[in-house]
């Protein structure tokens, strides 16, 4: 099992990853922590192009440190109206609840896989690092990424998919544990029983490649970030932590949640957007089942349940709300981006040598 403090893969002070976080966060996250000595990360898989190239551009005003850009690269599929006339079928007695109806013209979904038009307006930004979810672009795509000289990071939740990733040549592993919050990085399979616990997952992983490999999940203090550390991992990506930082545009519903006893209560949920997440587990997650078979295929689910959404928190609820969340929210604090990021570090029991990771 091997433990570095002399990696330069990353160009960062400090061993601290910021887990992109659509929907809650934008430059001003990743500028924070990228200030602090760690990786700032902008969730792109939720923008425009427009929007990419003008979250980037305040990014590279606002920090000289490296960042890095995260999508999705999931297969697309077909949108299934029999499907969805189920689904909505399903949702009726919400909709009927709060007296709206479902606005069927709508047929656009929020998150998009990396494409060649994503890659013609970040190419000129020069991105220090890039990272994957849901596997990797296909050959072409990922081919002209890595002439650009950035580094690729893509997330492993098995230990088939983190060989499946250091033979497609990324440059690091994010091993994630299932404690993580957010969407499983799931590639290989759709079975959940194949999801471990980040202690037994990392050092697995740590043993059977030979790149870097940065642990996620549960990381959320300078304690976990030892024992990850510990166990093999060359750096750590945190997430939940900074949930309730002043930089993170987290709703009231979410931010109220973090804070009360609802976050000792997480599960994975497929009932927002059709594919695993882990949220902190509400009112619609446990009567339609935290994993529903009559869920459309990701992202299309997301369609239907963005609008009851709006209808319940417009009445003030968040029980139709996708409140993200790891298994250990303990760490939350309402304070800047930078200063918990300095604090992760300062209270590390193995301090960092000089130096980049």
């Not at 934008?26 to 192009?49: Q, T």
């Not at 109806?101 to 929020?110: H, Q």
């Not at 088939?160 to 994630?176: F, N, S, T, Y």
């Not at 309730?244 to 979410?254: A, K």
């Amino acid at each position: 099992m091997k433990q570095s403090y002399s990696y330069d893969w990353l160009g960062t002070t400090f061993p601290i990853i910021q887990a992109p976080m659509a929907g809650v966060q934008d430059s001003a996250l990743a500028i924070a922590v990228s200030k602090a000595g760690g990786l700032g990360s902008l969730p792109c898989a939720m923008l425009g192009v427009d929007e990419i190239a003008h979250q980037v551009s305040l990014i590279k005003k606002g920090t000289t440190g490296p960042f890095n850009l995260n999508f999705f690269c999931h297969e697309a599929v077909e949108y299934s109206e029999s499907k969805h006339q189920q689904w909505r079928e399903l949702l009726k007695p919400y909709f009927d609840e709060f007296s709206g109806a479902y606005d069927a013209s709508i047929k656009s979904v929020s998150r998009v896989p990396f494409n060649h038009d994503i890659a013609d307006v970040i190419e000129g930004f020069v991105p220090p690092v890039i990272s994957f979810h849901f596997g990797l672009p296909e050959k072409a795509l990922l081919k002209r990424i890595k002439s650009w000289g950035c580094k690729i990071l893509s997330s492993a939740t098995t230990i088939e998919e983190a060989i499946w990733l250091e033979e497609m040549g990324v440059d690091g592993i994010i091993a994630q544990g299932v404690e993580a919050g957010g969407h499983r990085g799931m590639f290989l399979s759709n079975d959940i029983s194949t999801q471990m616990g980040l202690s037994s997952l990392l050092p697995q992983i740590v043993d059977r490649v030979r790149i870097p490999v940065i642990a996620a999940g549960g990381v959320c203090d300078a304690r976990s970030i030892d024992a990850a550390l510990a166990l093999g991992a060359s750096a750590v990506q945190v997430g939940t932590a900074y949930l309730l930082c002043h930089e993170v545009n987290t709703s009231r519903f979410h931010r109220d949640a973090l804070k009360g006893e609802k976050a000792n209560h997480t599960a994975l949920t497929n009932v927002f957007t059709g594919k695993p997440a882990r949220g902190i587990s509400n009112r619609v997650m446990k009567e339609l089942g935290y994993m529903s078979d009559g869920v459309p295929a990701f992202p299309y689910a997301s369609m239907e349940m963005a609008q009851l959404k709006s209808l319940a928190e417009k009445q003030g609820l968040g029980d139709f709300s996708s409140l993200w969340s790891g298994q250990n929210a303990s760490a939350c604090q309402e304070i800047s981006a930078f200063e918990l990021t300095q604090q992760l570090v300062k209270n590390m029991r193995n301090k960092p040598l000089n130096g980049s990771f």
